[in-house]
């Protein structure tokens, strides 16, 4: 089949990677335009226009891809199907009506499960043991059209955002081919989706880092995972910033009290939280690299009773 494959993150690099060493043709990669980044304001490439350049594919960067004379220019080279993974832009009714066959996005969930912009992140904090990846036939809706094709996968207790996205972005390739494979045999049977049963996973916001300690030991732990790498999990010590990389539940006593250094161990620094202990074995200090808490307790004097500070400083970054 002649496609054009839409994608912008690290994302979509395995299902971009796939259908090049497929039969299929691909007739051009469309990726956002490059953005300047950093202290420099250094323009930067999409990880998908870099991957597409090394496999000397043709890239097109336009500004809004509903521009109908991109619509126009697309339109002329006919691709039976358009592929989008993790683009980065609503694609108009006029552009849905591109390809011959329709346009299929591949989405991190099990739809409707976690429709929007965060769901890889969202199904880790809510403590979800099972997740997946679909592929829908697109249509204006955000995450809406008739489901094609879904793979399951569990979610494992040493998983956070990040292996998370790197299994699920796996998967995806595998799951795309499949669907084109079935698009060819006409074999696919699309499905609608149960609309009422939706939930939505919207974007991640830096705020969302601050642990709160009255909250479940669980929690935290989701929360941790959920959010790392980015935003990070965070709590506050002597007016600084101390980012939690890693962490572990465990049981807790009668007179803990959220927030307060319950037991410093070999293995990490116990926190009473509204439920059980939060045991943290990893953590950032601000302005230093990451170590474990064995490292971080031989620069730093942490003692039980020491409370970590429970609401964030103005101006902290």
Known sequence: MNIVFMGTPEFALPTLKTLHCSSHSILSVVTQPDRPKGRGRKLLVSPVKQIALDFRLPVLQPETVNAPEFIRSLNQNQPDAVIVVAFGQIL?????????QFCINLHSSLLPKYRGAAP??????NGDTRTGVTTIMMDKGMDTGDILLAQETPVHKTDDAQTLHDTLSEMGGTLVLETLKRLEENTLLPTPQDHGR?????KLKKEEG????EQPATSLWNQVRGLTPWPGAYTLLNKKRL?????????GAPDDSPGQVARVTGVGIEVGTGQDRLVITELQPEGKKSMSAK???AGYKIERGILFDPTPVANQS
């Open 120 to 125: 890889i992140h969202r199904s880790i904090l």
């Open 243 to 251: 980012r939690i990389l890693k962490a572990q539940v465990t049981g």
């Open 92 to 100: 108009s009714a006029a552009f849905l009506e591109i390809p011959k």
């Open 295 to 297: 490292s971080f307790l």
């Open 210 to 213: 601050l642990v709160k300690w």
């Open 198 to 202: 939706a939930t939505y996973a919207p």
